[in-house]
């Protein structure tokens, strides 16, 4: 069902407050990785509003939704949705790799707030969320899997064994939402090393697979329902993003993939967020 | 001899008899058949190794509960973390250089740091595996294995222990593994025998010279043992199954006891059972120590029986070097 236009307005909404977070989640805590989670912002927060059954109600049911953050250095903006979703205190956010935090540096499994999965090394998750797609599918559960990952985690080979056995297994509960910025660490992912078109690839590989502007929540959002009915085999969203979107200075740098603002450019950009506050 | 150990510390029922011999994948393939009977929660996957890693039979059985993930080694421990992430009990198979060779980081990063039942039983471990040679003889799982947090590290002496191992395996929350070989080895322990996890096991009393194995190196102490005693050298026997957690006690009552340990194993020295028995010594009983096993090299290739007494884990070979480790008792 499509959305309506008060639920897209909290979809922007919510992203934009999701923006802030990872700001100052990133600058308090002096390091961490901004580019992305700014980047990923619109297309997580459609999903975790609109599609991902995931709540305090639900948090302990066995055959509710997973999610599993493939590129974990991204996480400050899945925790920022987690406290949206009111499973981690916003106190909590300011302590984002801080000694004693739940909230690590890379997702850390934690059933109390509803972190699902370990994961930080690139490649490793698709696999994972296959094998969570097959338990819920053994049980007979109508658990929805979604995995996170990234052009740059697409050069990792495990990506396409996972691929592979996915579609093999015939997982149509499994969606992956692939963040494609063409920036990795060392610059310009087509330069570094180019994964070309991963929609081609990943209908080669047997899969449901669809191009999106991933700021385009209803575009997002249409993805998600179509990969639902999509049943007899695993679903890619290739959302098409600009890494360190809203921050003007930090937009398509691959240099704002892992550094935190410092007191000026952290004020700067919040002042950039705010003007454009939907 | 008066036993020195405590009570607890009985000398294990052995076999009588004839000698049978059976490979340890073989009792692997027959405990995953009891649990798949017993447990619905239990699920395997392969890695195109299935009729040599003996999970074939599980996946005629439950092939609902089986999945085979082709030549995906790493694929399949990331599978198999997900489904434990979910409930299962997962088994997870392969040749034991592929196993914990190529799926490390997937099994530190997936399933140790997570802390989730995914018990990789890895078959084709050691020199054994014989003629395949250098690249399919796994020398080093038992090191990259013990290195782990929350990782636990089982090496069954003979067919009766590996299937009590892996039923335990299965009863025991968390990461396990378990090293199981190809070449059918001599059974040693009866059926009466009780496996318990973190516990090794006394074979034979003695207090001139302690000689601990795991393994097909088990059976190959116990006959240097048998040497021993014909030259009037009394040798205790440990069978130390469960690597990690080693069993402290049974390690520094045998050093207290007999003031020399030999170890024994189809691995390299360095980070292996030796090792493993050398940090206990070292922190709780110093003792001089000889370990044997691969000092640094690969292997080659050869039938099994002559790759073990050619790199001196025959029990003739045991034998001669628990003498030279006795000349260094204080």
Redesign the interface.
Known sequence: MALTNAQIDQIRGTAHEVREDVLRMVHAAKCGHPGGPLGMADFMTTLFLAHMRLSKDNLHA?ERD?FILGNGHTCAGYYALLAQKGLVARDELMRFRKMGSPLQGHP??NAEIGI??????LG?????????????R??GWDTRVFSASSDGESQE??IW??A??AA??GVGNLTVIVDFNNIQIDGVMREVMDVRDLREKYTAFGWHAVDVDGHDVVAVDQALCDARDVLDRPSAIIAHTTIGKGVSFMENQAGWHGVAPNDEQFENAMAELAAAKP | MESVLSTTRKLAPLASGDVQKIATREAYGQALLELGEERDDVVVLDADLSGSTKTKGFSKAFPERFFNIGVAEANMIGTAAGLAAMGKTVFASSFAMFAAGKAWEQTRQSVCVPELSVKICATHAGLTVGEDGKSHQMLEDITLMRVLPHMRVIVPADAVEARLAVRAAAETEGPMYVRLSRASTPVILSEEYEFQLGRGTLLREGGDVAIAACGVEVAEALGAAEILAGQGIEARVLNLATIDPIDTELVVQAANDCGAILTVEEHQIRGGLGDAVAQTVVRHAPVPMELLGMDDAFGQSAPASELIPHYGLDSASIAARAQELMRRKG
């Open positions: 066995p997973r850390h499994r699902d999965f370990s994961t930080g090394s490793n998750s698709l696999s994972v969320a296959v094998g969570m797609a097959l338990a819920a053994l049980n080979g495990q064994e996972a592979t056995s093999h297994y």
